[in-house]
Every structure is written in C-alpha cells, then in structure tokens.
C-alpha cells in the first residue's frame, strides 16, 4: 500500500468542512457547551493538518505549520 499524502490532507478537510456543518444534538446545559467545544477543538485539529505544508524527508513526513504568535 502506498501513502498518499494528497488524499490524506484532502480526508482532513472533509473532517474538518464536516466538523464545521454537523448540527447540535438537542441537549442543552453543559453537556450542550461541551459538545460545542469539542467540535471547535476537532474543527481546529483537522485544519491544522489540512493546512499544513509537508515534506517527506529520509522516510518521514514532516508537517509545518505556521503558528499564529
């Protein structure tokens, strides 16, 4: 099987578009806060990767990803 990091970034972003349109389960409280926070933090995941410059490097890939500072 050969990795091919193309379609690998391109799953991320499907995570990340689906993240951002799944709608909120009908719970309400901080259960309902929790849910919202998870999904930021995965919508956050998934497009840190998916944004990400790669290289492949003696057998590795190499994320970069530019921070925000």
Same mark, same amino acid.
């Given at each position: 099987?050969? !990795?091919? /990091?193309?379609?690998?970034? *391109? %799953?991320?972003?499907? %995570?990340? @578009?689906?993240?951002?349109? %799944?709608?909120?389960?009908? /719970?309400?409280? *901080? *259960? %309902?806060?929790? !849910?919202?926070?998870?999904? @930021?933090? =995965?919508?956050? =995941? !998934?497009?840190? /990767?998916? =944004?990400? @410059?790669?290289? /492949?490097? @003696?057998?590795?890939?190499? !994320?970069?990803?530019?921070? =925000?500072?």
């Amino acid at each position: 099987m050969k !990795f091919n /990091v193309e379609e690998f970034i *391109d %799953r991320y972003k499907e %995570r990340a @578009e689906a993240v951002k349109n %799944r709608s909120i389960p009908p /719970v309400g409280g *901080d *259960d %309902r806060m929790a !849910f919202i926070k998870q999904a @930021e933090t =995965d919508f956050q =995941d !998934f497009m840190i /990767v998916a =944004d990400s @410059e790669f290289i /492949v490097e @003696e057998e590795y890939l190499i !994320f970069k990803y530019k921070l =925000d500072t």
